[in-house]
């Protein structure tokens, strides 16, 4: 499990950073990029990384190495390869090296030369790897060896606690969006029209607004709709958590059930929202907290819910006509990518596609040959009823089947 979680993806991730670096002629002896320069993502990741030094550090000086290991592998695994690198992969792909194709290289290889620092005590032979290979193109540090380097320091002021925050948000609302197209089988590919989020204060409303389009860009909608609780849109039922009201109050659990089952939607909200609420059991007051309850979204007809504590967030689920074409885009995308790799075709080749144009893929090359054609390095995307190629592959969407040609230009 720690070889596929841990060790597999940090050397996919090197391996990927080193592909488009050696493409570009990336060396990591350019001009730094100053970081209030860089876009916000690569601020957050070396924020996030200076933080994960910090914990390391102190884990390490406790003498208490497994919150330290551990924080290593979920920055690795959950930040630097599932989120930074996945949502930056186009920064890297085609085009000269602008200054935000720079930047991106530059955060990414610090990120993985301070992962390397940090995790050579528990990993010393990968890491001493990576490092190395690192600096014998950089030439940025003298040392022979990791274990001969100086250990990272915290950097405190590249930390932005407000920013994390906000990026913690906003991968907790994909998260919940995502299982909910599991829920109902409808693949990350295929847009949506909108999430509704109920939001309960303004700091709330100013993060997820300020990753909307993270989010958007993430679980693949075409808008973040934030509404107040008092909107009506999503109602909520909510009922004692025994678990935590009966140790407590026992006796009077009988009266909070019956006065839990009154409350409206403005009371389940203000218990959400505050830290501790005070309730009239007529004989007595009691204070209780969220935890004391459970509350969880009405479904809407057209609509997925979930709730995570106080997050809600409601997921549209209607697929228009023009949505489904735009599905289907993103389908065959993946069918000529594929292709591509399996074909043997280095990143940087010029093609041309012919797809055959059937009930399913005829709106989709209407619409979308373009769209296609940009995201595949193809000078040409067409419909044919045979499709030409010196690549001709048998293959389906949504379980259709069809033919798509590929020429190396």
């Not at 992969?89 to 290289?105: H, Q, V």
């Not at 993270?214 to 909520?236: F, P, R």
């Not at 790799?341 to 012919?354: A, H, L, N």
Request: one cysteine or more.
């Amino acid at each position: 499990e720690v070889r596929r979680k841990f060790f597999g993806t940090l050397y996919n991730t090197y391996s990927f950073f080193a592909l488009y670096a050696n493409v570009d002629g990336f060396t990591g002896r350019e001009a730094e990029v100053p970081m209030e320069r860089r876009p916000e993502i690569d601020r957050w990741i070396v924020s996030l990384l200076h933080t994960l030094v910090g914990d390391v550090t102190r884990a390490l000086e406790n003498y208490d190495p497994t919150p330290a290991a551990r924080a290593i592998q979920e920055f690795v695994g959950e930040n630097l390869s599932n989120w930074y690198v996945r949502l930056n992969r186009k920064r890297f792909w085609g085009g000269g090296m602008t200054e935000d194709k720079l930047a991106a290289y530059q955060t990414l290889y610090t990120c993985l030369e301070t992962v390397a620092m940090l995790a050579a005590p528990f990993a010393p032979f990968i890491c001493d790897r990576i490092f190395c290979d690192l600096n014998a193109v950089s030439g940025r540090r003298s040392d022979e060896s990791v274990h001969l380097s100086t250990f990272p320091e915290a950097d405190a002021s590249l930390i932005d606690k407000e920013l994390e925050e906000m990026m913690s948000l906003a991968q907790r609302i994909s998260s919940m969006v995502l299982a909910l197209r599991r829920k109902v089988n409808i693949k990350v590919r295929q847009p949506l029209t909108r999430i509704l989020v109920p939001v309960l204060d303004a700091r709330t409303r100013a993060r997820i607004e300020a990753a909307s389009a993270l989010i958007m860009n993430e679980v693949n909608v075409k808008q973040v709709e934030l509404i107040d609780e008092t909107a009506g849109i999503i109602t909520k039922r909510i009922k004692p958590n025994f678990k935590t009201l009966g140790p407590k109050y026992g006796k009077q659990m009988k009266q909070i059930a019956a006065l839990t089952a009154t409350f409206t939607q403005e009371q389940i909200a203000a218990i959400e929202s505050a830290p501790e609420t005070v309730l009239d059991l007529g004989t007595e007051r009691i204070a209780v907290t969220p935890a004391d309850f459970e509350i969880a979204p009405e479904e809407m007809p057209g609509w997925l819910m979930a709730s995570e504590g106080a997050l809600t967030v409601a997921l549209d689920i209607t697929v228009t006509d023009e949505l489904r074409a735009e599905g289907v885009a993103r389908e065959l995308i993946n069918r000529i990518q594929n292709i591509r790799k399996e074909s043997g075709f280095e990143v940087t080749d010029r093609i041309r596609v012919e797809i055959e144009r059937t009930d399913l893929t005829a709106e989709a090359l209407d619409r979308w040959a373009g769209y296609i054609a940009q995201q595949t390095l193809a000078d040409a995307v067409t419909g044919s009823d045979a499709p030409r190629g010196t690549t001709v592959v048998e293959s389906e969407v949504d379980e259709q089947p069809l033919r798509i040609g590929v020429t190396r230009v």
